[in-house]
């Protein structure tokens, strides 16, 4: 392989192939569309389809694909060819701006959540000229939104795209009062990804991680994390092959996988790329899993994106570190260095502090799925709680601020807009890892996204709920006489009024939970308690208000995670069903059988059988038990399909299956502990964590 630097985003359509292959007026106008979002018009558009499907096919192309995210949370893809027929019978290649800019994939059955039965049921796709097109695969891929007839989203990216645009005007709003000349502002995200690796022949011997991609049974392995010696530790051969192949495409492909490293998890490995706008990091992010899969797939690995592919060591998830910043290079989240640009800085940071206390409930919603409940709250991610970390420091800052005294180490006396505010070194702030929102220097840290999560749904709602804070605040700001005056009072009483959302201490206590109730904060435990929030009036309002959910979007996407949530745990409750019964319950027969007849034979030769017996007594009795509770399980999933109501079949599936899931997997794991090695009829923890 060449240089890094020289393959570097060979794959992608950017900047500079641009610059190389289109007329100076084509590229100009286009670059003015990704730039600001001016229309295209179809003569442009012809030209850079053109020029895209020459470039594609010197590379190899033969097809094209509108690749677009609808709400399973994967990315879809409908391929076709470049070819056209000739009167001679012969084909050219050709790609018109008609296709480029629009696809009519259909795909109708894709969730819609009720959208598409009220409208028409076609579904159109259209090019997202914000992201770079790409290859993969061989085909020209074209990033695009993916919208019904009336244009409402059926997609992840629409709403984003939205949402996108209401962080950027009002926070222009806001930096006009401040004298600023950015012309843009983008919210930014670098999603730390975080993974599992077992070898694909084990894989393949268990259904419960084909089927639901996590183990439904398991018996711990006799060694866990507790030596934490995984963790950072020397990358093993056959993992590092793999990840340099995985970096090698990603950086292909434009996409800047920066940071790699064991997790704390056995098996457990992480991947951070260098930050991008949030709607090119969650392309990026979507694209990535994808191809981590499919490497793994070359390495003889099964690469599991689940939150919480074994029980009793940490889950996976996907650190969503969030900031914006202007076209002129300024991050708003970063305390600056004169008194002007720190009044900035803390107008911003209590705009975000205010927008995720008013808006817990929905920021929680949009994290929420079956696997990611195994994680929040099991003492190894953020519990289930929002909070917000900022670290001693700011917080004394802050604290300072609000009683109008001196800061604690006397060094300044804060007075917004007329001190600087002393300097907060990053490692100060970042040491609690157990909040799930973190201040982190110049960035905010939302941890609570599982592994598997399209991150285009929190940064949804991060970009609209600050918009919204954001315009509130300027609203106050326009009118006042005195603008440094009304400032001073909006910052101290923002941070006064959310100052319960503040909370620095341990997020794993159990002292936790009691306080935060105290303090008014939502505990919004499982996926079907936290969705409805979703519809709560005030989110209806505000996401309506900035057109980035209509409330009819709104009500889709509770259906359909609501939806997601119950064939997850439907399949889960099968398979555990089909493996007691296949596996697990004929493999203790056989082992009971051999034992029994080996006591058989001992005690005809007159020598002790205590172990045969004590065993044959001891497997028996969690067979009964294990019977017992499958019967129970299997009862109650024929009850639940007599449930209409989505929300009370969530209800359900979580109170009676899931809990009836949980009493079969203690007597089958404990079986486990007890059948000889032989006779397991699939690979163990031990096996798959330790393996490879
Ligand atoms: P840690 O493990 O300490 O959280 P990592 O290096 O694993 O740090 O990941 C940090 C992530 O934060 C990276 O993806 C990085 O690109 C991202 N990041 C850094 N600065 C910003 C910023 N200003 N805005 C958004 N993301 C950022
Ligand atoms: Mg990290």
Same mark, same amino acid.
């Given at each position: 392989m060449a240089n890094v630097p020289e393959y570097f985003g060979s794959d992608v359509f950017n900047e500079s192939v641009m610059k190389e292959r289109l007329p100076k007026a084509t590229y100009k106008a286009l670059k003015k569309t990704i730039d600001n979002g001016d229309p295209l018009d179809i003569e442009v558009a012809n030209i850079v389809a053109n020029a895209m499907k020459d470039w594609a096919v010197e590379k190899g192309c033969t097809h094209y694909t509108h690749w677009f995210q609808p709400m399973t949370g994967l990315t879809a893809e409908k391929l076709d060819s470049f070819i056209s027929p000739t009167e001679d019978g012969h084909v050219i290649m050709e790609f018109s701006g008609k296709e480029l800019v629009k696809g009519e994939p259909d795909a109708s059955s894709?969730? /819609?959540?009720?959208?598409?039965?009220? #409208?028409?049921?076609?579904?159109?796709?259209?090019?997202?000229?914000?992201?770079?097109?790409?290859?993969?695969?061989?085909?020209?891929?074209?990033?695009?939104? #993916?919208?019904?007839?009336?244009?409402?989203?059926?997609?992840?990216?629409?709403?984003?795209?939205? /949402?996108?645009?209401a962080i950027n005007k009002s926070a222009l709003r806001i930096l006009k009062m401040f004298g600023s000349d950015a012309t843009r502002v983008t919210a930014n995200v670098g999603p730390e990804q975080e993974y599992f690796l077992v070898d694909r022949e084990m894989y393949a011997k268990r259904e419960d991680l084909i089927l639901a991609g996590r /183990? +439904?049974? !398991?018996?711990?392995?006799?060694?866990?994390?507790?030596?934490?010696?995984?963790?950072?530790?020397?990358?093993?051969?056959? =993992?590092q092959a793999y990840m340099k192949d995985l970096d090698e495409q990603l950086w292909k492909l434009g996409i800047y996988a920066k940071t790699k490293h064991n997790e704390v998890a056995p098996a457990q490995h992480e991947l951070a790329p260098i930050y991008g706008t949030t709607n090119i990091a969650t392309d990026h992010n979507q694209l990535t899993m994808e191809i981590m899969k499919r490497t793994a797939r070359k390495h003889g690995f099964k690469c599991l994106l689940h939150e919480k592919p074994f029980a009793g060591i940490n889950g996976s998830g996907k650190h969503n570190n969030w900031s914006i910043s202007t076209n002129t290079g300024v991050n708003l989240l970063d305390p600056g260095k004169t008194p002007a640009e720190n009044a900035q800085f803390l107008l911003f940071l209590t705009a975000v502090i205010k927008a995720v206390n008013d808006y817990q409930d929905i920021l929680r919603a949009s994290v929420a799925s079956a696997g990611n409940d195994h994680r929040l709250g099991a003492n190894e991610a953020p519990p289930a709680i929002i909070s917000i970390f900022l670290g001693d420091e700011l917080t004394g800052v802050l604290d300072a601020i609000v009683n109008g005294v001196k800061y604690e180490d006397k060094r300044v006396e804060m007075e917004i807009g007329v001190d600087v505010l002393p300097h907060f070194p990053k490692d100060t702030t970042d040491r609690n890892r157990t909040s799930p929102f973190a201040f982190t220097g110049n960035k905010f840290e939302f941890r609570?996204? !599982?592994?598997?999560? /399209? =991150?285009?749904?929190?940064?949804? =709602?991060?970009?609209?709920?600050?918009?919204? =804070?954001?315009?509130?605040?300027?609203?106050?700001?326009?009118?006042?006489?005195? #603008?440094?005056?009304?400032?001073?009072? +909006?910052?101290?009483?923002?941070?006064?009024e959310n100052q319960n959302i503040i909370f620095n201490g341990n997020g794993y206590s159990d002292e936790w939970p009691v306080e935060a109730e105290k303090r008014g904060l939502l505990n919004l435990k499982s996926t079907p308690e936290a969705v409805p929030a979703f519809l709560a009036q005030k989110n209806v309002d505000v996401f309506s208000k900035y057109g980035v959910y209509t409330e009819a979007e709104l009500q889709s996407r509770v259906e359909i995670l609501l939806d997601e949530y119950c064939k997850t745990l439907n399949i889960e409750a099968l398979t555990m069903i089909d493996m007691a019964k296949k596996e697990i319950l004929p493999a203790a027969a056989k082992y009971i059988k051999d034992i029994a007849k080996t006591a058989e034979l001992a005690k005809s030769c007159g020598a002790e059988t205590v172990f045969e017996e004590e065993t044959v007594k001891e497997i028996s009795a969690l067979v009964t038990e294990m019977y017992k509770a499958l019967g129970t399980l299997e009862a109650d999933v024929q009850k639940v399909h007599s449930i209409e109501d989505t929300q009370e079949m969530a209800n359900f599936f979580h109170d009676t299956i899931f809990a009836d899931m949980g009493a079969l997997r203690v007597p089958a794991d404990k079986i486990e502990t007890l059948v000889g090695k032989d006779y397991w009829p699939y690979p163990t923890y031990s096996d798959l964590l330790f393996y490879v």
């Open positions: 894709f969730p /819609s959540g009720g959208l598409r039965a009220t #409208f028409e049921a076609r579904g159109y796709t259209a090019w997202d000229p914000t992201s770079y097109a790409f290859i993969k695969e061989k085909a020209l891929c074209i990033p695009t939104a #993916f919208c019904s007839y009336n244009g409402e989203a059926l997609d992840k990216k629409t709403p984003l795209l939205r /949402s996108m645009e /183990s +439904l049974y !398991g018996a711990p392995a006799p060694k866990g994390q507790e030596l934490e010696d995984h963790y950072f530790g020397t990358i093993k051969t056959r =993992v609570m996204p !599982g592994s598997k999560l /399209s =991150v285009a749904g929190p940064n949804t =709602v991060l970009n609209t709920i600050v918009a919204d =804070v954001l315009d509130q605040f300027a609203d106050e700001l326009e009118k006042a006489d005195n #603008f440094q005056d009304a400032l001073d009072d +909006l910052i101290k009483r923002t941070i006064k």
